[in-house]
């Protein structure tokens, strides 16, 4: 999934989305992301979605699990992670076709 490909994290809170994020990152040991990371994407750059590089950011939503859905059908391209969800630990991954 992380094969040039950009990663979105989609949550209600800053505070969730670059604690996420920052876990996620970790995960990677001992790999690190070379790609451009912005654990919260303000709303002025979202066309930061279109760009043709790796990415790895976060988007604050209301409705995280709606819009994680709808990024992932507009932007074939990429990763799209809804983070906590109704649950504890909750959440959903939409990942892009393969090619």
């Known amino acids: 999934a992380l094969q040039e490909r950009s990663v ?3 949550a209600r809170s800053p505070l969730g989305l670059t604690a996420a994020a ?5 995960c990677l040991a001992p ?3 070379a790609g451009g990371y912005l654990p919260v994407l303000p709303d002025c750059l979202a066309d930061m979605l279109h760009a ?3 990415l790895f950011f976060g988007v604050v939503s209301a ?3 709606a819009d994680a859905a709808r990024m992932s059908e507009e932007h ?3 990763v799209v992670a809804a983070v906590g969800g109704e649950a504890a630990g909750g959440g959903r991954v939409f ?3 393969d090619p």
């Open 76 to 78: 074939r391209d990429l």
């Open 52 to 54: 043709p590089v790796p």
């Open 63 to 65: 409705e995280p699990e």
């Open 22 to 26: 920052e876990g996620l990152l970790h």
């Open 8 to 10: 979105v994290l989609v």
């Open 31 to 33: 790999l690190q992301w």
């Open 95 to 97: 990942f892009p076709p």
